[in-house]
């Protein structure tokens, strides 16, 4: 399995991130925000986001934030292009809030499975609405989806809708792609699916296998993958590409037992 690599991609000044309070988001902000780019950074929790911009901005940085839950479909409807307007424009938009703290399916226990779903599934598939919507308009564009290694395969216990919420991000960021490349118009418009291994956020929590990095070489490997603009790309790329390969051909109850 070959890797999609991206073309000579353009400088993307103007970023907007989701889920940018802690983990991966807030490190994508930290580099780029350090690269000179300018950002639009939302989450649900505004106080943590709140201090990450004035950190930000004290260096010279460009940081607008806005108090967003992707759940709520008409609220990432208007603050997604009111932010784009303040910024002048929106290059890139990185789908990046998730969940991911589930339970066995059929414990009793569903309410957490289908917040994973919900936010996982149905506010990316919002913000990639209110992205593309942008990017269409301006017939330019990168829509950034962060799925994960475990979405290349069903896994069970507390991962089950994670798993599969991640599975629905990739597919659905490659049905966008494959709708954006049938138009000579909209072709100007790219889209990056990322899967991420493990790495040490509070999503991963409890769930860090052998081959588990910290959050700085984490997000290090993130922020040069999506800059590269490929199709598709694992990071850190190894061991995650060869791993998501051999989880897609493996019978079941290995891959289990590897995941």
Request: glycine share 12%; aromatic share 4%; charged share 20%.
């Amino acid at each position: 399995m070959r890797h999609a690599r991206g073309h000579a991609a353009p400088r993307r000044q103007r970023i907007l991130i989701t889920g940018a309070s802690s983990g991966l988001g807030e490190g994508m902000a930290r580099r780029w925000a350090a690269a000179g780019h300018d950002l639009a950074l939302v989450a649900r929790r505004t106080d943590r986001l709140d201090a990450l911009r004035r950190e930000l901005t004290a260096t010279g940085a460009t940081v607008l934030t806005a108090a967003l839950d992707v759940d709520d479909p008409d609220a990432v409807a208007e603050i997604v292009p009111r932010l784009a307007g303040e910024l002048g424009g929106l290059d890139r938009f990185v789908a990046n809030a998730g969940l991911g703290k589930g339970v066995p399916v059929g414990t009793g226990g569903a309410r957490p499975n289908r917040a994973v779903l919900t936010t996982n599934v149905l506010g990316t598939h919002a913000c990639c609405e209110a992205a593309v919507a942008l990017f269409r308009a301006q017939g330019h564009g990168h829509l950034v989806v962060i799925s994960s290694v475990a979405g290349v395969r069903g896994m069970g216990g507390t991962r089950t809708a994670y798993a599969t919420s991640k599975a629905a991000d990739a597919v659905l960021a490659e049905g966008i792609r494959a709708d954006l490349l049938a138009s000579r118009a909209t072709r100007g418009i790219r889209v990056t699916t990322i899967h991420p291994g493990f790495i040490e956020t509070d999503i991963n929590t409890g769930r860090r296998g052998p081959f588990t990095v910290d959050l700085d070489t984490g997000v290090d490997a993130l922020v040069a993958a999506v800059d590269r603009e490929p199709v598709r790309a694992y990071v850190p790329e190894w061991p995650w590409r060869a791993v998501s390969g051999l989880l897609r051909v493996l019978p079941l109850p290995v891959a289990a037992r590897l995941s």
